[in-house]
């Protein structure tokens, strides 16, 4: 099982330019979702998904996009990057209900 | 809404002891403790539903009072190994979404 698998590991934008974070999970969870952190701020939720079909906004989702058109797929994309979303981003998975959080590696990101 | 976590941050030398508390303001289905070194993504350490239960990892514990909507999480003689910082997760009821405190970072040092 490979788990939560998160890419880029790394990435260097320039304000304006888009890209998607790619996040794909192997264990058929229901929920996905990402979240970002920065210092001191603890881990914020942007958007989240409870199947195929189904979103909903998490905490900080202006700037963020995101579909879930398979179980296994949940990608962020970042229509017109800005400095203020210099982060690092997690991917997350787990079952509906209590079922623990599985988190994907990160992706840092820094817009210039 | 952010579950408030005190304090944010302890050093304590190894061996002693060490309590994190998390709070909401809204009714809690359960709390999740996640524990992060830095660099890596954050692990999960343990789960409490509603009920009041404690459940134990190690000598790492912890407690959930739903009527005051607060968790504990408690570690005990602590080890090099326990150094990071420590998240707890909530669940509200009715909504599928677990949102995280802004952590504590714990220091043990020799």
């Known amino acids: 099982n490979a788990g939560v698998t998160q890419t880029p590991k790394f990435q260097v934008l320039k304000t304006g330019q888009s890209m998607t974070l790619q996040c794909a999970q192997d264990m058929n969870h229901e929920y996905m979702s990402w979240y970002r952190q920065d210092p001191g701020m603890g881990l914020r939720l942007i958007h989240y998904?409870?199947?195929?079909?189904?979103?909903d906004q998490g905490e900080v989702p202006n700037g963020y996009n995101v579909s879930r058109s398979t179980t296994e797929d949940f990608p962020l994309r970042l229509l017109s990057a800005a400095p203020s979303q210099t982060s690092v981003y997690f991917c997350a998975s787990r079952r509906q209900g209590e079922g623990k959080l599985f988190f994907g590696s990160g992706t840092q990101l820094s817009v210039l | 809404q952010q579950p408030v976590q005190s304090p944010q941050a302890v050093i304590l030398r190894e061996g002693e002891d060490a309590v994190i508390n998390c709070s909401s303001s809204k009714a809690l289905y359960s709390v999740h403790w996640y524990r992060q070194k830095h660099g890596e993504a954050p692990v999960f350490l343990m789960i409490l539903l509603k009920g009041g239960e404690q459940k134990g990892h190690d000598k790492i514990s912890a407690s959930f009072n739903e009527k005051k909507q607060q968790s504990s999480l408690y570690l005990t003689a602590s080890q090099l190994s326990y150094s990071g910082t420590y998240f707890c997760g909530v669940l509200h009821f009715g909504n599928e979404k677990l949102t995280f405190g802004t952590g504590t970072r714990l220091t043990i040092i020799p």
């Open positions: 998904s409870v199947g195929a079909g189904i979103t």
